[in-house]
T-cell receptor, first 112, second 117 residues
Framework: AQSVAQPEDQVNVAEGNPLTVKCTYSVSGNPYLFWYVQYPNRGLQFLLK??????LVKGSYGFEAEFNKSQTSFHLKKPSALVSDSALYFC??????????FGDGTTLTVKP | NAGVMQNPRHLVRRRGQEARLRCSPM?????VYWYRQLPEEGLKFMVYLQKENIIDESGMPKERFSAEFPKEGPSILRIQQVVRGDSAAYFC???????????????FGAGSRLTVL
């Protein structure tokens, strides 16, 4: 079985400050890890993925994520938040070509 | 490149009626996934299909729900005898299948929002 935990329902940051959205996972074997973003009344959009290699992964819109195998974490980060980053963020894990399992999501609010 | 197309975007049904949700995957994608998003909740996996085959239906309720992905045409998620608890957003995603890395990046549709009165 595979699972994802996003421990924070909501993250609030001021514009220009760094942001972190947390994610921990559980899966047997090597994980494939993903971050997606969802804007209101829209489908999810892919941000970035970790498959193998460098633990720091860079993705769209200036986001990056750090894979930590010992802590089974894959936290999403951005050095300087924008108001337009406000959205619902989902972490996901999969193995091979099978289904992706999503966390419950974290609502990010960036205030001007 | 039209992306993943879902229709209808909004569907209203009365209890006991049937709901049919359609999904056309992105061009070149042969793998389709259905997820359900209940209000204030995350995405829950329902079913994973390839053309004419159900690969993983571990998230499908045992009764009233079925899915297909025929050789020709869109994937269909069918809910028979709907109940109020079926009210949710149903998202379809597609992928090209197992790439060189073995990982599936999903491309999502905009979702179909089912309301059961």
């Amino acid at each position: 079985a595979q699972s994802v935990a996003q421990p924070e329902d909501q993250v609030n940051v001021a514009e220009g400050n760094p942001l972190t959205v947390k994610c921990t996972y559980s899966v047997s074997g090597n994980p494939y890890l993903f971050w997606y973003v969802q804007y209101p009344n829209r489908g999810l959009q892919f941000l970035l993925k970790y498959i193998t290699g460098d633990n720091l992964v860079k993705g769209s819109y200036g986001f990056e994520a750090e894979f930590n195998k010992s802590q089974t974490s894959f936290h999403l980060k951005k050095p300087s938040a924008l108001v337009s980053d406000s959205a619902l963020y989902f972490c996901a894990v999969s193995r091979n070509a099978g289904k992706s399992t999503f966390g419950d999501g974290t609502t990010l609010t960036v205030k001007p | 490149n039209a992306g993943v197309m879902q229709n209808p975007r909004h569907l209203v049904r009365r209890r006991g009626q049937e709901a049919r949700l359609r999904c056309s995957p992105m061009k070149g994608h042969s793998h389709v996934y259905w997820y359900r998003q209940l209000p204030e909740e995350g995405l829950k996996f329902m079913v994973y299909l390839q053309k004419e085959n159900i690969i993983d239906e571990s998230g499908m309720p045992k009764e009233r729900f079925s899915a297909e992905f025929p050789k020709e045409g869109p994937s269909i998620l069918r809910i028979q005898q709907v109940v109020r608890g079926d009210s949710a957003a149903y998202f379809c995603a597609s992928s090209p299948g197992q790439g060189p890395s073995g990982a599936n990046v999903l491309t999502f549709g905009a979702g179909s929002r089912l309301t059961v009165l």
